[in-house]
């Protein structure tokens, strides 16, 4: 073998190894999720799926909520995607296309927001919260979060970047469409690929999303899916193939919706980076 | 301001043109702009001066504040747990970033070359960086547990001491550390695979044809060529690493488990604001937390700047 092609074969078998590991957490989820807990605890342990996964499941309904927190967690996600895709392409292309009175300080502000560590907030943001009466409710996850820079910052450069020409808007002038007829039928097609890398990004987040949901939803009833994953395992820790079968279940959702999306979405945040 | 009526615009005016009209004929776009900075508004400026406020507060949430003056941010500084977090998270980011850094270039440099199932290679090591933290660290701790976990058993197998993954400092640390390197090698192998791509082959070519090997090619060229991106990696993990919660928190527990050894500053500051509702002084663990993080984002950010000659030199 020459030189050259040695490194070849190696790079090539490094690259499956790492794939591999990579990948084997979750194909060692699926092994626990379909066995039974003594199986997981047999020495050696067992290394192929099992016939288990239903009846695992099944108990870890008896457990948990879990179609209570999947559906909290659906509504959330859906909810708090849809406002930020609303609200952040109304900003962006307002700052993108139109020029008003103290925009460009505006938009040094909301670029300012980005260094703000948020975590110094938490107290206050739960204390107003108890004021509002939003403490233990949906909406305290969803309002906040309903509009974010990083979308308007995101889609103003992808306007900005020539994807909406002003002869396009001009024309929607002469037509007599005021500004939110504009934004809706010129600004809002054009933002179409930006508005779903954005979407996926905003599901994928808010889905995921643990830290504020375990501070702010205080009822253990009532809850989003990651707290009750949480619950479930702190409650019933030894019975890991029920607790595996409740994390699978609240995995393979959001999965499929990457993989659908992937490679949009890989390309997307490859390209946010280097541009940034 | 004192034109009332507001002049009508000559119909092939582009909308971006600059005009005199007064400000309230822009409300549409005031309007259409003001979500965000309403939300910040509320959930964001008035929570940080309110933070500035609390910490100079003795509160447990429920009854009547009392003023503490100064006395939580000494106490602060005085606290051996609170360092003691700083030193762990500090400790862990640079078990974490420097491996992932290094691998994440790796299978960048990988997806460049000319191999086969690209596109599964990347969705291969992209996945867990989309994948819930929590769900995971679920797995992490059986895979790396002691009584069951596959590591242990693949090291007895081969004949070595079984390693205490989540009773030991050392261990709970390494855990925790291979958990964010198995999630974040992905994201930063894409970015830095973007950054690759976008160094033209003549470049290469030219030090191939200077008598350059692939590894000085690599380290006198490349290497420079990346450093932009690799800034970027550098400040987001710093950023991140400084915010590490869920991890240590689901392996083993608000603790941070056997002396302590996973607990993190956020981990600090959840424990002491939201299990023992102490309301001031969590307060001031967050702004102490803030200026940690904001000092660790300046040195990286000054360190990763400056030109460095070291890669060359080696």
């Known amino acids: 073998m020459s030189p050259s092609l040695r490194v070849k074969v190696f790079g090539g078998v490094l690259m499956a190894l790492g794939a591999i590991l990579t990948i084997f957490p979750f194909y060692w989820l699926v092994v626990m999720?379909?066995?039974?807990?003594?199986?997981i605890y047999k020495t050696p342990p067992k290394l192929t799926f099992g016939p288990e996964l239903v009846a695992n499941i099944t108990t870890m309904l008896e457990r948990i909520d879990f179609f209570g927190a999947l559906l909290n967690t659906v509504i959330v996600a859906v909810v708090t995607t849809l406002l930020?895709?609303?609200f952040d392409s109304l900003a962006a292309f307002t700052f993108a296309k139109y020029q008003f009175p103290g925009r460009n300080v505006l938009f040094g502000i909301l670029l300012a927001t980005f260094v703000i560590p948020m975590q110094m907030a938490a107290i206050p943001q739960f204390l107003i919260m108890a004021k509002l009466g939003w403490v233990g409710d949906l909406k305290a996850l969803i309002i906040p979060a309903a509009a974010n820079a990083f979308g308007i910052f995101w889609m103003r450069q992808y306007l900005s970047g020539g994807a909406l020409p002003d002869e396009l808007l001009e024309a929607a002038r002469m037509d007599g469409c005021g500004f939110l007829r504009t934004y809706w039928h010129v600004g809002l097609p054009a933002l179409r690929p930006a508005l779903a890398f954005l979407g996926i990004f905003t599901f994928i987040g808010v889905w995921n999303d643990y830290v504020w949901p375990l501070i702010i939803l205080v009822d253990p009833r009532h809850t989003t899916l990651q707290v009750a994953l949480s619950l479930l395992k702190g409650l019933y820790s030894s019975d890991y193939a029920v607790i595996m079968a409740g994390t699978l279940v609240a995995v393979v959702p959001l999965l499929v919706i990457f993989l659908l999306g992937a490679r949009h979405f890989i390309k997307n945040v490859a390209a946010g980076a280097v541009k940034g | 301001m004192t034109d009332v009526l507001p002049r009508v615009d000559a119909p092939a005016e582009s909308p971006a043109t600059k005009t005199s009209r007064p400000w309230f004929s822009f409300l549409p776009q005031y309007l259409a702009i003001s979500p965000f900075y309403i939300l910040f508004a509320v959930f964001g400026i008035y929570p940080i001066f309110f933070a500035a406020y609390l910490a100079l507060q003795r509160w447990d949430g429920i009854g009547p504040?009392?003023?503490?003056?100064?006395e939580n941010f000494t106490f602060l500084l005085t606290d051996g747990e609170f360092w003691d977090a700083i030193i762990n998270t500090l400790v862990?980011?640079?078990?974490?970033?420097?491996p992932m850094i290094v691998l994440a270039l790796l299978v960048a440099l990988g997806l460049n070359s000319a191999i086969r199932f690209k596109g599964v290679y990347r969705l291969a090591?992209?996945?867990?960086?989309v994948t819930s933290i929590v769900a995971m660290a679920i797995v992490f701790g059986s895979v790396f547990s002691e009584e069951f976990g596959i590591v242990n058993a693949l090291l007895t197998a081969i004949g070595l001491d079984p390693v205490g993954w989540l009773?030991?400092?050392?261990?709970?640390k390494v855990t925790i550390s291979a958990m964010i390197i198995w999630r974040w090698v992905g994201y930063n192998a894409i970015i830095f695979l973007a950054g690759l791509q976008a160094i033209s082959p003549e470049v290469i070519e030219a030090a191939k044809i200077d008598g350059a090997n692939a590894w000085q090619t690599?380290?006198?060229v490349t290497l420079p060529?990346?450093?932009?991106?690799?800034?970027?990696?550098v400040l987001m993990s710093a950023i991140g690493g400084m915010q590490v919660f869920v991890e240590p928190q689901i392996l083993v527990g608000v603790s941070g488990g056997v002396e302590n050894a996973g607990r993190t500053m956020v981990l600090y500051f959840y424990e002491r604001a939201f299990q023992q509702n102490d309301f001031g002084y969590g307060a001031a663990i967050a702004w102490g937390i803030v200026i940690v993080v904001l000092l660790f984002a300046l040195i990286n950010w000054r360190l990763v700047q400056r030109p460095q000659r070291d890669g060359a030199a080696r």
């Open chain 1, 33 to 39: 999720a379909t066995n039974t807990t003594a199986d």
């Open chain 1, 84 to 86: 930020v895709l609303f």
């Open chain 2, 65 to 70: 504040m009392e003023w503490a003056g100064l």
């Open chain 2, 92 to 98: 862990i980011w640079v078990m974490s970033t420097v």
């Open chain 2, 125 to 129: 090591y992209f996945t867990p960086n």
């Open chain 2, 167 to 172: 009773s030991d400092p050392w261990g709970i």
């Open chain 2, 218 to 220: 690599f380290t006198k």
């Open chain 2, 225 to 233: 060529l990346l450093r932009p991106v690799l800034l970027f990696s």
